[in-house]
């Protein structure tokens, strides 16, 4: 029953952050509840995490259109986008792939692996690049599309939702400040994660994670009982992480972005070290 209480409030702590500084949640939910090790298959949290980021993300993004916040460069972020639904076809295969292929712990331990690299690019960037002002200002909507894929892809694939890789991407090649890129982030989390959902519904990971009797654990069985939990809270946590990051400027944005991904990269450490100790013992 401990769950009941700690799952919430890991949700409603990184919507609330996923909302301010423009990271979607997914990157904080996902690993998070894989650390625990509640479920038995990374399919599930994968599924619970895709599903708070579209609910709390589109939360976010109607709060800004209803408030009237400046959204430039939101034309780029559409273009991202659109490439990104590309991008999450590919990283929904790849995902499946290796799923297939290993077992749940590798699969973590290739995920968080590729995740703490891109995540320590995105801290070098933001420490020793942009303080210089190294940044581009892309302009070719073919370019920004090829781009979306990539960011699509490790969405997907990594169950991320984007995160602090779509800001990164955003501040390097398309000149934007910290709460647009924050703001843009956002509507690019939007298109991947929604195209993660109708792969799910067209490959069959739907039916098999609501064909609950056949699931292998009784805490699998109930892994639907989370998802109405959690996705109302993520909501929750979406508007207050709205109302925040409309109160703060730049710098207080960009603190809250560089402290989470410190902290996601600590946790994706704590990942590998408990999933490789799994594997040993199995070996």
Known sequence: MVYYFIFPLVVIIASIVGAIAGIGGGVIIRPVLDAFNYFSTPEITNMISTMCVVFGTSTSIIRHIASKSKIENWK??????????????????????????????????????????????????????????????????????????????????????????????????????????AINSLITIIFSQLS??????????????????????????????FLLILVPISIIGSLLGTFFNKKMNNKGVQIVYMATTVAIIIINIYLIVMSSLRLGEII
């Open 76 to 181: 780029t972020a559409v273009f991202l986008g659109i490439g990104a639904v590309v991008g999450g076809v590919i990283g929904q295969y790849l995902f499946q792939f290796v799923k297939d292929s290993s077992n749940g712990d590798v699969l973590i331990i290739i995920q968080s692996a590729i995740l703490i690299a891109l995540l320590v690019f995105v801290l070098i960037y933001m420490k020793l690049l942009l303080p210089k002002g190294k940044q581009m200002h892309i302009k070719n909507f073919i370019v920004t599309s090829i781009i979306g894929i990539f960011l699509g892809i490790c969405s997907t694939f990594l169950g991320i939702g984007g995160g602090p890789i779509n800001v990164a991407v955003l501040l390097l090649f398309f000149g934007m400040d910290m709460k647009q890129a």
């Open 196 to 225: 993660k959902i109708v792969m799910a519904g067209i490959d069959g990971t739907f039916i098999t994670l609501f064909t609950i009797n056949e699931l292998p654990t009784q805490a699998d069985q109930s892994w639907w009982i």
